[in-house]
Nanobody, 124 residues
Framework: VQLQASGGGLVQAGGSLRLSCALSGRTFSDYIMGWFRQAPGKERDFVATISWTGSRTYYSDFVKDRFTISRDNARNTVYLQMNNLKPDDTAVYFC??????????????????WGQGTQVTVSS
């Protein structure tokens, strides 16, 4: 099983980035997909999840109205569109899969497979 994340980079505050994450080795549509992030010295925090068909999404309060999660089951890929980025959004962003039944699961230990992470740096 492999989750390959890409799209991170350096951006100024107020800018945008789009992260992508492709799953191989498993049936993509079997999983709730999610994004977490981890800043240096901090725990891995929940960012967003999306249901199997993409009809439902769930966001943490600190990204709501700025970030949008989406998925393309034909491409086995989940996306995270990040707008109006802030320096506090600086972190390594990880995509992940859940075999559970709720998109409101925010505990990282409940997720199964993880990508390698992609660095997002927002300068002020």
């Amino acid at each position: 099983v492999q989750l390959q994340a890409s799209g991170g980079g350096l951006v100024q505050a107020g800018g945008s980035l789009r992260l992508s994450c492709a799953l191989s080795g498993r049936t993509f549509s079997d999983y709730i997909m999610g994004w977490f992030r981890q800043a240096p010295g901090k725990e891995r925090d929940f960012v967003a999840t999306i249901s199997w068909t993409g009809s439902r999404t769930y966001y943490s309060d600190f990204v709501k109205d700025r970030f949008t999660i989406s998925r393309d089951n034909a491409r086995n890929t989940v996306y995270l569109q990040m707008n109006n980025l802030k320096p506090d959004d600086t972190a390594v962003y990880f995509c992940t899969t859940s075999s559970g039944s709720s998109i409101r699961t925010v505990d990282a230990t409940s997720y199964t497979y993880w990508g390698q992470g992609t660095q997002v740096t927002v300068s002020s």
